[in-house]
């Protein structure tokens, strides 16, 4: 049965739910290419400046090569435009991707611009794992994802509660912060899983 809500009968929320959370949030950069050059969009919705340093260019699917640069930038209150423009990037892009992320790892998310349909890229398998995992036994548990090559569509399993993402992308090296809201007090590190979609094509 195929349905368009987001959240089920249950009020468990369904994989469409993060998209469009991160859809609608309200700081976040968007890539667009245009006559061989890369757009960067900013989006702040909020009452307050959101200062950081973006980090900007191409990378590789595993992660080994690396072709960026870096700048300062603000996104303004409750501003929504171009705030930056970058030559595209001459990386084999059945290989790799161009991104813009603040460099910190900070929000908002990063930025994705892949080239052509996902299975036909030469994506390595990837295997996500967590780290640093907390548990205060009063419903809140927290833990970090990470990957050193890039992840496609990573899937918290395990895990009882709302999480404060699923669903998601990793660039290699990076790392990203999970909440447990509602988590059970028995939860521990060794429950967690976490998969990737990584049907791409031959990496080799």
């Known amino acids: 049965e195929v349905g368009w809500t987001i959240i089920d009968y249950y009020l468990d929320r369904k994989p469409s739910y993060y998209y469009v959370k991160r859809a609608l949030s309200p700081r976040k950069l968007i890539l667009r290419e245009r006559g061989g050059e890369v757009i960067v969009t900013g989006i702040n919705e909020t009452a307050e400046d ?8 191409y990378l590789s699917f595993d992660g080994t ?29 059945r290989r790799g991707l161009v991104f813009a992320a603040p460099a910190e790892g900070a929000v908002p998310d990063a930025a994705l611009l892949r080239s052509g349909v996902f299975r036909d ?14 548990n205060d ?10 990957s050193p090559v890039y992840a496609h569509g990573v899937r918290i399993l ?12 990793l ?34």
Not at 50 to 57: I, K, N, P, R
Not at 121 to 134: G, H
Not at 137 to 146: D, H, I, K, L
Not at 188 to 200: E, I, P, Y
């Open 121 to 134: 890229l030469a994506v390595p398998p990837a295997e996500p794992r967590i780290s640093d995992f907390t």
């Open 65 to 93: 090569a690396r072709s960026t640069e870096q700048l300062a930038l603000t996104l303004g209150a409750r501003s929504r435009g171009a705030v930056h423009r970058f030559p595209k990037p001459d990386g084999d892009l």
């Open 171 to 204: 660039l290699p090296g990076r790392s990203r912060r999970i909440q447990v809201a509602g988590a059970s007090s028995a939860l521990n590190a060794s429950d967690v899983r976490v998969a990737a979609v990584q049907a791409g094509g031959d990496a080799s």
């Open 50 to 57: 959101c200062s950081f340093t973006l980090e900007y260019g």
């Open 158 to 169: 395990g895990v009882s509660g709302r999480l404060s993402d699923d669903y998601f992308d």
């Open 137 to 146: 036994g009063q419903g809140n548990a927290a833990f970090s994802v990470e």
